[in-house]
């Protein structure tokens, strides 16, 4: 890459490239995050690591969502058997006409919320005749909360309904599957994000450049309103940025007013729509795993790799707790946490690699990623919410549209096009009136505010499917 002063005549995005543009060496990439980033955040990580950064024609995108009627039972009186049993007869909704009944022996049931644990059950047995026929179910997996847990949170009672989930059958002789209810349509809105880069329009000549062959200019006193930018962008896909209907903009043409459409941020789709696992002030367990993969069984999510992506206290704990589970506390390493094939100071093996990256548990790949953006006490690490503590965790799936029949990730960064020209990264000038007159008549600027200022623009969004598939992991105490 050459250096070269060569100098800009407008403030135009046709020649002059973002750094999300160029391909950078690891080693180099790792230098520019540490020296003007806050570290790899969420957004980083869909458009570099992922592939999950498309550009879309219009300024919103909807898609569609199936809506699924899930068979239930209605429990009527129950009975206690053990810790990992309990039986209990059905309600008189549950019997036709003929004392029939839909439950059979192998049908698995969830019982539970995110807060208790779900306890996946297996029904093993039915016994006598409407309106007394008997239903018994075994807990299966030890690392659930018992039934006798589930009894005492009230999950197991008279009135409550439960879901049929998956069942043991042979192949080809499983249950039936749920029946469909129309569709639920959501949108997703494209904003635009603004960062000041520093100097006005007319110092883009005194900058220095970098020509890139057959790619265009890249500045590097740039990168640091950009990754200002891209903190913005991450911000904006955890929490949003909502909308309460008060915001307008004047149309120039009609002189309407017209509501600006906001995201409300992937946290908040999955709080309304998905999952949660509560967490005390000791941080997550690798026990905790078994009631995120329950609740991921039951939406259909079964061996997929999901991304688990917390605040730097978040993933700390769960380190340690993680190591303590597998090893005990009494300090001792198993062979698996020897040392790392790694050199200090031109020294082998000088230190011990804790550090781990994926954890298998109940068939399901959790990969565990830090966000500094939750951490960073000037963006997301000041919210009451101790999104330091806080994680969220979605698997990293395509998601079909069943009205359009489109495949999508089901969760991208959408950067809007205009005649396929990117709207990803644009280099803006804002001029007040004496600005404009200053480069074009000559005349003197009033004030500071008058002159032109450079600006970093994106107009992105984050498109988030089938949020019901995704938990948030948070502190309870």
């Not at 000549?205 to 265009?216: D, L, N, P, S």
Request: charged content about 20%; hydrophobic content about 40%; some cysteine.
């Amino acid at each position: 890459m050459a250096q070269d002063n060569l100098a800009i005549a407008s403030a135009t995005t046709a020649v002059i490239k973002s750094m999300h543009d160029f391909a950078f060496t690891p080693q180099l990439i790792k230098e520019l995050y540490h020296t003007y980033g806050a570290g790899f955040t969420i957004v980083d990580f869909l458009r570099k690591c992922a592939g999950r950064s498309i550009m879309v024609s219009g300024d919103s995108i909807k898609h569609q969502e199936e809506a699924y009627t899930h068979r239930t039972i209605k429990i009527g009186t129950v009975t206690p058997i053990s810790i990992e049993e309990v039986s209990f007869t059905l309600d008189a909704d549950d019997f036709d006409s003929q004392g029939n009944i839909y439950p059979r022996v192998g049908f698995n049931v969830l019982f539970g919320d995110t807060i208790t644990g779900f306890t996946e059950a297996r029904l093993t047995s039915i016994v006598g005749t409407a309106p007394n026929t008997v239903l018994t179910f075994k807990r299966y997996n030890t690392n659930a909360p018992t039934m006798s847990a589930q009894i005492a949170a009230g999950h197991i009672a008279t009135g409550v309904e439960v879901t049929i989930g998956s069942s043991a059958f042979a192949p080809e002789t499983r249950g039936t599957t749920p029946t469909t209810r129309g569709l639920f349509e959501r949108e997703h809105f494209l904003q635009i994000f603004k960062e000041a880069i520093g100097f006005g329009g007319m110092e883009l000549a005194r900058q220095k450049w970098v020509e890139v062959q057959g790619v265009g200019l890249f500045n590097a006193e740039l990168t640091r309103g950009e990754f200002l930018l891209d903190q913005q962008e991450s911000m904006a896909l955890w929490m949003g940025q909502q909308n309460n209907n008060s915001i307008t903009q004047a149309s120039a043409i009609s002189g309407a007013n017209n509501t600006v459409g906001k995201t409300i941020g992937v946290w908040d789709w999955i709080d309304r729509l998905g999952g949660e696992i509560g967490i005390s002030s000791t941080g997550m367990d690798v026990d905790d795993l078994d009631a995120a993969a329950a609740y991921l069984k039951s939406q259909g999510i079964t061996s997929d790799v999901v991304l688990v992506m917390g605040g730097g206290s978040f993933l700390r704990k769960a380190e340690n707790n993680f190591i303590d589970k597998v090893n005990g506390t009494a300090g001792s390493l198993p062979e698996s946490f020897l040392q790392a094939e790694h050199t200090l100071n031109g020294q082998p093996g000088m230190f011990l690699d804790f550090g781990f990256k994926l954890v298998k548990k109940s068939g399901i790949l959790f990969c565990f990623v830090e966000d500094p953006i939750l951490s960073n006490p000037k963006l997301l690490g000041n919210s009451h919410m101790k999104l330091e503590d806080a994680a969220m965790m979605f698997p990293m799936s395509m998601y079909k549209d069943p009205k359009s029949g489109l495949n999508l990730p089901n969760l991208y960064q959408a950067h809007a096009g205009l005649g396929g020209y990117s709207r990803k990264r644009i280099v803006g000038m804002f001029a007040g009136m004496d600005g404009f007159m200053q480069q074009n008549l000559n005349m003197p600027t009033i004030s500071e505010i008058d002159g032109n200022n450079t600006h970093w623009l994106s107009n992105v969004g984050f498109p988030f499917m089938e949020a019901n598939k995704a938990l948030i992991i948070k502190r309870t105490s």
